[in-house]
């Protein structure tokens, strides 16, 4: 009766697994990573698992990354074998050793075989534009895809007209395509084309902008008068328009543009900044933190910021290190849906802040801790404890905290 399975690092037989399942028509959830999936074997192990388990509707096999294309394509065969479609309608292949033309190739041609996938991640496989023109090339003419997620793919920071291209063709091939998830680029394209990438929502790091611009001191952008126009498009790269109709932001842009900046953004200047931006973006749902490195900056800054800025009735007054007061502006993110703060180096004592935070935004649905590995027993524990205490209640129903070193029995109790 099981819906959802994590077989992650575990080093479970998968082969073995798949021949003694007759049928499971109740799992729509598996998750194998890094379980040793090799190659042409690995490729017809999972087609053989997805075999046995009809319903199945998300797959996740990040960290096998000795799968590669062969293990792609050994699967992509197998499954053009079976009678009916399957119903998978999200596929990570995080980290999967897809490298190049042929990498490329290789997913483009399993999505044949998955024509109900809304939601593709190939993050972290050393594409290449080769492989990822490939892979658009590739692909059915048709696709049923709304997100893409692909980080670091070894795309150079600036696209010319030619890798533009490959974001168009893909536009065409999923006319429902409203996000794709990037570390941010900047193209040399037409006015018309990169308005499509503004209502594709793609995420843009402003890149060169700062030697066209100059960017205001952090001690200037945080005193009690509100943004401006300008403001906005130096440090997002978008304009305040943009930013009110974005549905998903990844925040880790901002911090790109932080850098140029005196400050940064961790601390309590950094917070103040960072609540000025989100109150301009009245219709976000998605937010994302995803690889910013904010440690312990979160835990002493901009963690305890955003709070108090949800929490208050009213602007709260800080006092600086010369004595001067800021205001910290009150804001209310309604729409907001999910939380992502993975890879974000937080630490242990970042716990029972992390419950605060879930207690300030009571309509969060969904929160992303994966892959910070010093969060650990204790950090889980603290976060727990302090949801416990807090008498505000909270409409959370998806976690992940997958890679962040819980161990042993008091890794099971946190």
């Not at 006319?175 to 594709?200: A, C, W």
């Not at 842009?253 to 989100?278: A, D, M, Q, T």
């Not at 995803?290 to 910021?305: E, M, Y």
Request: charged letters at 20%; glycine letters at 10%.
């Amino acid at each position: 009766g099981f819906g959802a399975v994590s077989l992650g690092d575990t080093g479970i037989d998968l082969k073995a697994l798949a021949a003694e399942i007759h049928s499971c028509y109740s799992l729509v959830h598996v998750t194998l990573a890094d379980c040793s999936l090799e190659g042409f074997l690995g490729g017809q192990q999972l087609a053989c698992l997805l075999y046995k388990t009809p319903n199945l509707q998300r797959l996740d096999v990040h960290s096998n990354n000795n799968l590669g294309s062969t293990g792609m394509l050994a699967l992509s065969s197998a499954l053009s074998a079976l009678r009916r479609p399957l119903k998978l309608t999200g596929m990570t292949l995080e980290d999967t050793g897809l490298e190049g033309e042929e990498g490329g190739d290789s997913a483009g041609i399993l999505l044949h075989q998955i024509p109900f996938l809304t939601s593709l991640n190939i993050s972290n496989n050393l594409l290449l534009p080769a492989g990822l023109q490939a892979l658009v090339k590739t692909m059915p003419d048709t696709t049923c895809i709304s997100r893409l997620d692909a980080c670091n793919i070894g795309l150079p920071c600036k696209l010319g007209l030619q890798e533009a291209d490959f974001f168009r063709l893909l536009l065409e091939k999923c006319p429902g395509l409203k996000l794709v998830e990037s570390e941010g680029h900047t193209f040399d394209g037409p006015p018309q084309f990169n308005e499509i990438l503004s209502r594709m929502e793609l995420i843009r790091t402003p890149g060169e902008v700062h030697d066209q611009i100059e960017l205001l001191d952090i001690s200037q952008l945080v005193l009690d008068h509100p943004l401006v126009a300008t403001d906005f498009k130096r440090l997002t790269g978008l304009s305040l328009q943009q930013l009110q109709k974005l549905r998903s932001f990844n925040l880790n842009s901002l911090n790109h543009s932080f850098h140029s900046l005196p400050g940064n953004l961790g601390g309590i200047e950094g917070g103040i900044v960072l609540v000025k931006v989100l109150d301009a973006m009245s219709s976000i749902e998605h937010l994302s933190f995803n690889a910013s490195r904010l440690g312990v900056a979160w835990t002493l800054g901009v963690g305890q910021v955003l709070i108090e800025s949800l929490r208050s009735e009213s602007g709260i007054g800080r006092e600086r290190p010369d004595g001067s007061q800021l205001t910290i502006p009150r804001i209310q993110l309604t729409s907001l849906k999910s939380i992502d703060l993975s890879e974000c180096g937080l630490h242990a004592d970042a716990g029972s802040m992390l419950a605060e935070l879930l207690q300030a935004l009571p309509g969060l649905r969904g929160l992303s801790l994966a892959r910070n590995y010093r969060l650990e027993n204790a950090g889980v524990q603290a976060f727990a404890n302090r949801l416990r205490e807090e008498a505000r209640g909270h409409s959370l129903v998806e976690i992940d905290l997958s890679c962040c070193s819980l161990s042993g029995e008091e890794g099971k109790v946190a």
